[in-house]
């Protein structure tokens, strides 16, 4: 009886969960996915997403390839490469279409 509570505590617990566990490439599927453009990489904070044109895949960029400086990431609700001192972690979300 107790594993089955135990258990049944550990699903509703998954079920709860609300963040993206993908790595967070986009679609491009949407128009809000290409005017929005840069999307966060949910697994590597010093890359991102780039949604150039409807309905063709989103493509990894570095902070490093985009800005040309070293030791970067990116910070969503800045949408720019940051340094790491002003980087922060938030909850990855999913976006509106995937590949």
Same mark, same amino acid.
């Given at each position: 009886?107790?594993?089955?509570?135990?258990? *049944?505590? !550990? @699903?509703? $617990?998954? *079920?709860? #969960?609300?963040? #993206? %566990?993908?790595?967070?490439? =986009?679609? /491009?599927? &949407?128009?809000?996915?290409?005017?929005?453009?840069?999307?966060?990489?949910?697994? #590597?904070?010093?890359?991102?997403?780039?949604? #150039?044109?409807?309905?063709?895949? $989103? %493509? @990894? !960029?570095? /902070?490093?390839? %985009? &800005?040309?400086?070293?030791?970067? *990431?990116?910070?969503?609700? @800045? +949408? $720019?490469? !940051?340094?790491?001192? +002003?980087?922060?972690?938030?909850?990855?979300? *999913? =976006?509106?279409?995937? =590949?």
């Amino acid at each position: 009886m107790k594993i089955f509570l135990l258990c *049944a505590l !550990v @699903a509703f $617990a998954v *079920a709860q #969960d609300e963040n #993206d %566990h993908t790595n967070g490439q =986009p679609g /491009c599927q &949407t128009q809000e996915e290409v005017t929005r453009r840069y999307w966060r990489n949910n697994w #590597d904070p010093t890359r991102f997403w780039v949604c #150039d044109t409807l309905n063709q895949p $989103a %493509h @990894a !960029v570095t /902070c490093e390839e %985009h &800005t040309g400086e070293v030791s970067l *990431a990116w910070l969503d609700s @800045a +949408q $720019a490469c !940051v340094s790491w001192s +002003q980087w922060e972690w938030t909850p990855p979300r *999913a =976006p509106p279409s995937r =590949p």
